[in-house]
């Protein structure tokens, strides 16, 4: 019975290290991000819709490889505003290409990921948004 718990926890402190070993190879080579992602679409945390401006090209923080291997996904930390201008930093993935730098965005997010994004006219973000949004100093588009 004694040799089972031993062999138990040997087969437990290895599969600990395969796994933190898995994870590490993979935040190093850049899949941080995807992570993060999957474990906010995954967690039961609330969903909220969100607003901000396109973040500019050339401001990721980081980029990877796609699963494929023919294309780049890059990620980007953009601070966001819902309908009421309360603040959240959110992380958003293009897939295969950087951001055009123009516009809105309207953002379904959940946690600390942007979910699903797309293009709005300014005219549809909340006026509390566009101003929690705005640069310090200048006025809201």
């Known amino acids: 019975m004694r040799s089972r718990r031993v062999l138990g926890a040997i087969a437990l402190v290895l599969i600990t290290a395969a796994l933190l070993t898995g994870g590490r190879m993979l935040l190093d080579a850049g899949w941080g991000a995807a992570l993060r992602s999957l474990a906010d679409r ?9 607003y901000a401006p396109a973040p500019e090209p050339g401001s990721h923080v980081s980029s990877y490889a796609d699963a494929t291997g023919a294309g780049t996904n890059y990620v980007y930390l953009v601070n966001a505003a819902d309908a009421n ?8 993935i293009f897939f295969g290409g950087e951001s055009s730098g123009s516009g809105w965005l309207r953002i379904e997010a959940r946690g600390g990921s942007g979910v699903r994004y ?24």
């Not at 995954?42 to 909220?48: F, I, R, V």
């Not at 201008?85 to 958003?92: D, I, K, S």
């Open 42 to 50: 995954l967690l039961p945390l609330p969903e909220m819709t969100v």
């Open 118 to 141: 797309s293009p709005c006219a300014a005219e549809e973000v909340p006026i509390a948004a566009r101003g929690a949004c705005a640069p310090q100093g200048t006025l809201p588009v």
């Open 85 to 92: 201008g309360v603040t959240h930093e959110l992380q958003l």
